[in-house]
Every structure is written in C-alpha cells, then in structure tokens.
C-alpha cells in the first residue's frame, strides 16, 4: 500500500532526513520538506522506510530501492512523468520496470553568482520585444490558469491569489492575448525556480529576453 504523508513539523523532519544525501538538481526538494508545494507519500505512516516526493511531473525517492515495497512504488509510476535523482538503486530499478521505455535526458544547470542588474536593464533598454509585458496579479494568474491560456506550472500554486501572494511573474501580451511567460515554478525559502515559456509563433523575437529580465530583476 502506499500512503500520502501529511507534512507536519514531525514529517518534515522526517522527509529532510530521508532525503539528505539526495542531489539537489532544483529546489523541489526542499519546496515539499518546507511545505511550501508538493506531496509526499511512504509505505507506512506509523514507520516509514520508503519516501516518494512528487511536484508535477517530477518525482524523488529516497529508502532501500531492494525492497518489496519499493517495487510496488515503482510498478505504479506514471508514464511520461521524470524520475529525478533518488538515493541508491532508484534509477536501477527504474531500468528493470521500464527497460527501453526510460529515456534519459540532460539538464543543466546554472549559477545566479554572475547575474548583473544592470547588464538586465541594458538588454531591456534595447528590447525590441513586440509584446506588452505585465506583471502576474491575481487577475491575470487566474487568467492563465485556466481555459485556452492555461500554464501549467501555475497549478502547482493553491489558487491565483496564492500565485499572486508567493509567486512572481510576468507575462507577454500581444492583443490582450498571453503569448509568453515567465514566472517562480516552485518557491521556498531560499528562493525560486524560474520557468519560460513562449508561443513557437513569436519565438526569436526577444519577447524571452524581455520577459526573464524582468522576472530576474523583480
């Protein structure tokens, strides 16, 4: 059986030392121990040896990958999800569900310790980005939440008054209409994930550079 873990103080601890030694490849982690977004979930609430974080697709695990219960976790992973880094045996077992199907796929990452404020004012000072760019309020996070114009990464907020209380964004509109965004994925307390994302018809147009600037800069 597998159970969802409600994050009190005591769980939260739990989680933080269960996942210790996991790399840290974004702050998914840390959101779900802090409380902040995601779910957890074990074998046993009363004595749990296996953790499974989920935020989006995206998901951890940490405990014996060896075991019955571990297995039974496994076998349930949804497809077209991402296993990120676990602790030892995860990605092993992952293979022996999965053979072929798992993909692996890179990422990268990078550093905030050369970001420049004013190289950020300088590329918006000679934007040529076609697009009204607005900051997310409430209004405009329930906008696109939902309907045509829906961004997923914004579900992982409770509502729009939580993205517009936690969150930060900004979104390009051409006509009224969202055609670009960029906005905190995930939140906690030692910062954000920043997600970007424009419509294939106005890419390559700086609408991206307009937009992370001034989600960089706020």
């Not at 977004?37 to 046993?44: N, Q």
């Not at 497809?79 to 796929?105: I, V």
């Not at 930060?168 to 969202?178: I, N």
């Amino acid at each position: 059986m597998i159970y969802e873990l409600e994050l009190t103080k005591a769980n939260r601890i739990l989680l933080a030392s269960a996942f210790h030694d996991v790399p840290r490849v974004d702050c998914s982690i840390p959101c779900v121990i802090e409380g902040q977004m995601g779910r957890a979930f074990v074998d046993d609430p009363a004595g749990p040896t296996i953790f499974h974080l989920v935020i989006g697709p995206f998901h951890y695990f940490a405990g014996p990958a060896v075991s019955p219960q571990a297995q039974a976790m496994m076998a349930n992973f949804p497809p077209y999800n991402l296993l990120m880094p676990s602790t030892a045996g995860w990605a092993e077992l992952a293979r022996q569900q999965f053979g072929e199907a798992l993909r692996t796929n890179v990422r990268h990452s990078f550093s905030s310790e050369a970001l420049s404020a004013g190289h950020l004012q300088q590329l918006l000072a000679a934007s040529t980005c076609p697009a009204q760019v607005a900051a997310i309020d409430e209004a405009l996070a329930a906008q696109l939440s939902s309907g045509p114009d829906a961004y997923l990464g914004l579900a992982d907020f409770d509502s729009p008054a939580d993205f517009a209380a936690r969150g930060v964004g900004y979104v390009a509109l051409v006509e009224d209409r969202p055609v670009g965004i960029a906005y905190s994925s995930l939140v906690y307390s030692q910062g954000i994930e920043v997600s970007i994302y424009v419509a294939e018809a106005y890419r390559r147009q700086g609408i991206a550079t307009a937009l992370a600037a001034n989600l960089l800069l706020a």
